[in-house]
C-alpha cells in the first residue's frame, strides 16, 4: 500500500454480508478506505459518486451481475483496476470477466494475503499503463521496448518475430492476467488455434525463463490464460 497520508479506496461489492465484512476488516487493517455495495447498481453509482481506486467485485449479484457492472463501466471510460471474486467452478465467468476488462480474480474461498497481493499487482499496473515505462526489468530478464532488445543475465535473446510480439504484449499487461482470447486476438487477429499459443509461450519459457519447467515470469492461469509476473 502506498504510504503517504491519504488511503487507497476501495469498493467492496458482494451481497454476502459476512463476506463484506470480512474484505472491510481485513482491507482496512491494512489501512485501505473501504466503501461497500450489496448490488450491482449501487457498485456502478458508487464508482461514479465516490471515485474508488480500485473495485473487488463479485459476479454473482441480484439484479446487475458483476459482468454487467464491468462491461458499463468499461463502455462508460472507467478505468479503475478491478478484482473479481468468483467461485472455484465458475472458469467461464473469470474469462468473461478478463475479456471484458477485468484486471484479476481471486477465487473463493481465498486468503486475505493473496488478495492484498492481487491489490498491489493491479495497482502497480495502472501506474505503469498511466506512465508506461520502455524498460522493463523482472530478475535477470530485461526488455527494451524502444530497441526491441530481450536480455536474460545480461546476454541478447533472440526471438522470432511473433515471440516478440506476444513478450510485448505480456509487458504491456504485466502483472495482468490476460486470456486465451484476448491474446490470439491482439497477437494472431484472432484466427489461431489455442494450441499455437501454447507453443509459443513454451518456446518463450525455453528462451527467457532460469527453469522452463518451472516458470518464474510467464505464468499459466489454467484454464483462463497467462501473466507475466511484476517485479517484486
Do not use: C, N
Request: proline share 6%; charged share 30%.
Amino acid at each position: 500500500m502506498k504510504s503517504d497520508s491519504i488511503p487507497l479506496r476501495v469498493l467492496v461489492v458482494d451481497d454476502e454480508p459476512p463476506i463484506r465484512r470480512f474484505l472491510r476488516t481485513s482491507l482496512s487493517a491494512q489501512g485501505y478506505d473501504i466503501i461497500e455495495a450489496e448490488d450491482g447498481s449501487k457498485a456502478i453509482e458508487d464508482v461514479r459518486r465516490r471515485s474508488p481506486d480500485l473495485l473487488v467485485l463479485d459476479l454473482g449479484l441480484p439484479g446487475i451481475d458483476g459482468l454487467e457492472v464491468i462491461r458499463r463501466l468499461r463502455g462508460s471510460g472507467v478505468t479503475l483496476p478491478i478484482i473479481v471474486l468468483s467461485s472455484r467452478v465458475d472458469e467461464a465467468g473469470k474469462v468473461e470477466a478478463l475479456d471484458l476488462g477485468a484486471d484479476d480474480y481471486v477465487t473463493k474461498p481465498f486468503g486475505v494475503e493473496e488478495l492484498l497481493a492481487r491489490i498491489r499487482t493491479a495497482m502497480r499496473h495502472k501506474l505503469q499503463q498511466q506512465g508506461e515505462r520502455p524498460l522493463f526489468r523482472s530478475g535477470d530478464l530485461t526488455v527494451d521496448l524502444v530497441r526491441r532488445i530481450v536480455t536474460v543475465k545480461g546476454e541478447d535473446v533472440k526471438l522470432s518475430p511473433r515471440e516478440y510480439d506476444l513478450l510485448r504484449l505480456l509487458v504491456a499487461h504485466a502483472g495482468k492476467v490476460l486470456t486465451h482470447r484476448f491474446i490470439l486476438k491482439e497477437v494472431w487477429g484472432g484466427e489461431t488455434d489455442i494450441q499455437y499459443l501454447r507453443i509459443y509461450i513454451r518456446q518463450l519459457r525455453q528462451k527467457i525463463e532460469p527453469d522452463p519447467e518451472r516458470p518464474h515470469h510467464i505464468l499459466t492461469e489454467t484454464g483462463v490464460g497467462y501473466r507475466l509476473r511484476t517485479p517484486d
